[in-house]
C-alpha cells in the first residue's frame, strides 16, 4: 500500500525525539489519527508554546517560564555552592533529590571532541564570573565518562585561581550492586573514594 506523505512526515518528525524508534513513531502516529479535533489542537498548540514560552536564566541557564528563576532568586537557597551539571535534565534529577540547597550552572553539554563540542560552545565562562561573587564551593556533577571528565578537569583548572573550592561528585558502587557486575572505572573510583566508617 502507498504510504501517505503526512503520515509519513510525522513519523519523521517523532522518530528524531530521544528513545524513539521508527515502529514507536508510527504508533504515536496513528494513535493521533484517532484523537478528536481539540485533542489535536491542544497537542499542537502545547508544542508551539513550548518553544515560545521556555527560555533559559540568563544566570544559571535552568529552563525557566517566567522573568524569574525559582533557584537563583529563592532566599533559601545557600548562595556559596554552585553544582556545575552539563543538562538541564541533570539539575531536575538533582532537585528531585532534595538532597542539595544551593545553585546550579547548566553547561548545554559537555567537551567533546569527537562530537566538535568545544569549550566555546559551552556555558563555561559565565561560570567563572558567578564564582567570583562570593561562591565557595563549585561541585562538578559531570557524567562519569569521558567526555564528563574532560569537562571536569578543565573546570577544575580554570577555576584554580578562584577562592572557591572545586569538588566532583564521588562515584563508586550503586546500592544493591554486585562487586562483579561492576566495570574496572566503576570499582577503581569506589576504592579511591572510600572513607572511614
Known amino acids: ?89 541533570d539539575a531536575l534529577a538533582i532537585e528531585n533529590s532534595d538532597s542539595y540547597n544551593g545553585l546550579y550552572h547548566i553547561l548545554n553539554g559537555e567537551i567533546s571532541l569527537n562530537k566538535g563540542i568545544t569549550v566555546d560552545s559551552l556555558n563555561i565562562s559565565s561560570l567563572e564570573e558567578r564564582v567570583n561573587e562570593g561562591v565557595e564551593e563549585v561541585i562538578i556533577a559531570t557524567n562519569p565518562t569521558i567526555d564528563g571528565e574532560t569537562t571536569a578537569l578543565y573546570i577544575s583548572k580554570i577555576l584554580n585561581g578562584s577562592k572557591a573550592n572545586v569538588t566532583r561528585l564521588a562515584y563508586g558502587l550503586p546500592m544493591g550492586g554486585n562487586l562483579d557486575y561492576a566495570d574496572q572505572i566503576t570499582l577503581q573510583k569506589a576504592l579511591e573514594g572510600r572513607h572511614k566508617l
Open 1 to 89: 500500500m502507498k504510504s501517505l506523505k503526512p503520515i509519513d512526515r510525522l513519523i519523521e518528525s517523532l522518530a528524531k525525539l530521544p528513545s524513539v524508534g521508527r515502529k514507536s513513531a508510527e504508533r504515536m502516529a496513528y494513535s493521533l489519527l484517532e484523537n478528536s479535533d481539540e485533542d489535536i489542537q491542544e497537542f499542537s498548540d502545547a508544542l508551539l508554546n513550548l518553544k515560545q514560552s521556555i527560555k533559559k536564566c540568563p544566570k544559571c541557564g535552568l529552563l525557566i517560564d517566567s522573568d524569574n528563576c525559582p533557584i537563583c532568586d529563592d532566599p533559601n537557597r545557600d548562595k556559596t555552592k554552585i553544582l556545575v551539571v552539563s543538562h538541564y535534565k
